[in-house]
């Protein structure tokens, strides 16, 4: 079934073409969400609800860029408004107690499995995880992320600042990267 | 610029390996959108299944031993007699007005002396409303028949001591066979017994405490796998469950059954090649497995009747079933890093344990009682040992027809 079938199938709530679409996407938006989410379980919720919003909102695609990045930003949008219901980011490391950044060469990668990197991704702490998620591999913009989150611009890019920072120990220490030269830079951060 | 260049390459690595991370939903999921989008259209087994217990409840409605019309006319006698008698606890109706006149033989020595008295009628069969005359009945063999002496009491009316019977012990007498006055000793010679043949009143017989059933449920399989690897995805397929058991009961509503099972359990996975070996332009070629087992069981459960009556009930069942595995296991692992299927079946795991829950009608007709309901069985441990990359917990979900006997 090519993709505007499935398209013109769940505009008239075709449950072929819906099952069709669920099974084309589903793998790749469940990997989204398990980013985004404490466990499988909360993360297969977040995908129910999220494609169920996407058959109910089929209709507003407007074919303006590619289906999968459509559907992606909604399931994107579910995972956040499933946290902010349960969660308010309360568990951000304060940035007060920052030090001087370690700024790295590029690391040396071994052969790095997706599933090593996402699980070291869902170590962090849920708001430190939540903007890493949203701004490197997502690609909204601090301002974008400000307004979904309910936070200041400025406190996204922090904590973004520090989530890769703490990724990069985790990847170290897991010995997914190489432990390269380091080059300290004193940076002064914002107290 | 040159913290921006690893930031980016930072960053650009997150994205990659994020893209390339998948993860196959359980069927659960699917199944919750579908009935939150076609909420009219809930899963046919479910219409069928409530469509055939609203038969089997109307069939054991039709069969029920007292017509309702019956049931009217029992209520109605129960209240208009005034005599009753106890026969083992049940009571029994006496007629009015029914009154014996000693007769100088006893009918069933085939004397027949005649009295210059009138023969009134001893009784009344109910059903038919006959009026019945001693001397007009035959004798009969009353081992040939199943019959229930009902006492006699005594009913004096003004001019003689007349006798009144219990007649019938409910609306369903069929035949009245003798009369004996067991109070006039004047007269005890000539009146013979009055029996009553009930054919519903009988007393029952022994019921034999164990029963043998065999059974079938097809069944549908499902994975309930944890992936160490995202390449795979578990399909449901058809399995397979046949049995015999022994069943003790209890108590009256309890039974203890056990048996031999086996069973036949598969279900699909699909894998994806890994791009460096898929030379097609799609990322990912799918490829579709097929992973079965035969297992011996060893089911060891409960019955408990929760309602009904006679011929119709509703009960519910558990086991707990102990499990070898005794052929199958195409299993299907990852070779070094990356997916390349080869076929392994030694890493089954042989032994395994096994629960199963079922509801059910029971129907009984002919000597046999028939079973029909949906059974859930849940296996514990997974289906290989540590050794192979998928965990699975098979859930198998399927409906259960049985017949069984109650051995005398």
Excluded at chain 1, 67 to 85: D, P, Q, S
Excluded at chain 2, 264 to 278: K, V
Excluded at chain 2, 287 to 310: A, I, M, R
Aim: glycine residues 6%; contains cysteine.
């Amino acid at each position: 079934m090519t993709e505007e079938q499935m398209l013109a199938g769940c505009l008239n709530n075709n449950a072929a073409s819906q099952e069709a679409l669920y099974a084309r996407f589903s793998p790749r938006m469940l990997g989204v969400c398990y980013r985004f989410a404490k466990n499988r379980e909360d993360a297969e919720d977040m995908l129910q609800e999220g494609f169920i919003k996407i058959f109910s909102q089929i209709h507003q695609y407007r074919n303006e860029g590619a289906l999968e990045g459509w559907i992606r930003r909604i399931i994107v949008h579910t995972c956040i408004n499933v946290l902010k219901k349960n969660k308010k980011f309360s568990d951000c490391v304060d940035i007060s107690h920052a030090q001087g950044l370690h700024i790295r060469e590029e690391s040396v990668t071994s052969i790095i499995q997706a599933k090593q990197v996402v699980e070291c991704i869902r170590l962090l702490p849920l708001g430190y995880r939540t903007v890493l998620n949203l701004y490197a591999i997502e690609g909204y913009s601090h301002r974008e992320i400000g307004t979904l989150l309910d936070i200041e611009e400025s406190t996204s890019r922090s904590q973004y600042t520090r989530a890769k920072v703490m990724l990069e120990d985790i990847l170290i220490k897991k010995r997914i990267l190489s432990k390269p030269k380091e080059k300290k830079l004193l940076t002064a951060i914002a107290r | 610029m040159e913290r921006r260049m690893n930031t980016d390459n930072f960053e650009r690595m997150l994205r990659e390996k994020a893209d390339e991370f998948k993860m196959y939903p359980s069927a659960r999921v699917w199944h919750s959108i579908y009935n939150n989008m076609h909420p009219g259209r809930r899963w046919p087994s479910l219409t069928m299944s409530i469509v055939l217990i609203a038969l089997l409840l109307l069939i054991g409605y039709t069969n029920s031993e007292v017509a309702p019309d019956q049931a009217g006319k029992i209520a109605d006698n129960n209240r208009s007699f005034d005599n009753k008698t106890s026969i083992n606890g049940r009571s029994v109706i006496v007629a009015n007005n029914i009154k014996v006149i000693a007769a100088k033989e006893s009918s069933l020595s085939a004397k027949n002396t005649a009295t210059t008295q009138p023969v009134e009628p001893i009784a009344t069969d109910i059903n038919t409303q006959q009026s019945i005359y001693p001397n007009r009945i035959k004798a009969i063999n009353t081992a040939e028949l199943n019959i229930n002496k009902v006492s006699v009491k005594e009913h004096t009316s003004n001019t003689k001591t007349s006798h009144t019977a219990a007649v019938a012990e409910n609306p369903e007498v069929t035949k009245i066979i003798a009369v004996r006055n067991l109070f006039d000793a004047d007269e005890k010679d000539a009146v013979e017994n009055v029996v009553i043949e009930n054919n519903i009143s009988t007393a029952k017989k022994e019921q034999g405490k164990f029963g043998l059933q065999i059974y079938a449920a097809p069944s549908v399989v499902y994975g309930t796998e944890s992936l160490e690897d995202n390449s795979s995805a578990q399909k449901p397929s058809v399995g397979l469950e046949v049995g015999a058991s022994m069943q003790y009961a209890l108590f009256k509503k309890i039974k203890l059954k056990t048996g031999l099972q086996l069973n036949y359990t598969s279900y699909n996975t699909q894998g994806y090649q890994n791009p460096d070996f898929d030379n097609s332009n799609n990322l990912y070629a799918p490829v579709k497995l097929n992973n079965e087992t035969y297992q011996l069981s060893l089911p060891v459960g409960v019955e408990l009747k929760l309602l009904g009556k006679d011929r119709l009930h509703w009960d519910i069942g558990a086991t707990i079933q102990p499990t070898y595995v005794i052929g199958g296991g195409n299993a299907y692992t990852i070779a070094s890093g990356k997916a390349s299927y080869i076929k392994e079946s030694s890493m089954l795991n042989n032994w395994n344990l096994n629960a199963g829950f079922e509801t059910f009608i029971t129907y009984k007709i002919n000597g046999l009682t028939w079973q029909l309901g949906p059974q859930f069985r849940y296996q514990f441990m997974p289906t290989y040992n540590k050794n192979f990359i998928i965990n699975e917990n098979l859930a198998n979900y399927g409906v259960k027809l049985g017949v069984s006997k109650v051995l005398q």
